[in-house]
């Protein structure tokens, strides 16, 4: 049927804020802990979440280039004549030249099925001269397969994401950085200065990044297990949002040190935290030119909470 003009204002709306904030915002990553599933598992739940209501908000799956010819091997049982692409995020668990060499097998295999649209590699050292030569040597793969380098915490963060995309660039490649939020202790999470500075550098240099470990509810929280605080993926993207929009580095820092759920609000028309809007073509900008993903071993836990929270509304 031929859908009224309001009708297809409020389509737009919702694209603008509430897709362009969390669609294909939560890569999955059901093989690492805490869920640490096997193989099998892992699939079927992925194939599970891509055929549910909220579809739209689950992005790749993240698999070990180790684990890739596994992959393969299940994939192939879920997968159905004329299903969208699967997307896989490909964790080097191994030297960047093996895992490049492990992505290019898997991809002649299996592509146009399944694609591995980047991969995710840690830097030895933070010196400029280690991520030159992780990016190097990840040099033989498919030129559109983006790579993502995870920064040494408690060193230069500034000095590593430039590096990054100096090299990245020079190259001719696609890619970002990533950061680890989180893990089994308390010193594992970065502080809200640390994600701050690494927040503010990517944004200046136009660095897609993403995030991982520990970002397990929108908003910031204290963890009783853990006994500290754990960092809030909503906290992440609207600190991104605001920062590529031109909010000062003290709002930004604000914006990922906010703890309080009734300070932010997604509607169809625009995000906010506090009395910073932004609207949904910032929003989409910036999922483009930063904060694009978060890995997560739980997708039903975050969205029942963005879900709990309001700010899915009637999502797509």
Known sequence: RQHPASDRGRMRLVLAARTASFGGLIDYAGLFPPASRTMDEAVAEYARLRSGDQRWIVGAFLCRASELESLAAAAVRHLGRGDPAWEVRAIFDMGPGAGAMLVNDFHSEMSPAITVTSVEAKTPRSDPEAIATTIESVGSL?????????????????????????????????????????????????????????????????????????????IRHFDDDLDGWRHGFVNLLMASVACDDGADPDTVRAIIAETDPEAFSVTAAAARWRDIHLPGSAIRRSRRNGFIAFGSSDIDGPIEDLDDLGFLGEGM
């Open 142 to 218: 498919e030129n559109d397969t983006a790579i993502f380098i995870e920064v040494v915490r408690g060193d230069a963060i500034r000095t590593q994401i430039d590096a990054i995309a100096v090299n990245l660039r020079s190259r001719g490649r696609t890619g970002g950085a990533k950061l680890r939020c989180g893990g089994r202790d308390p010193d594992d999470c970065p502080d809200v200065d640390e994600v701050a500075d690494f927040v503010w550098s990517a944004t200046g240099e136009r660095l897609p990044f993403k995030a991982t470990a520990g970002l397990h509810h929108p």
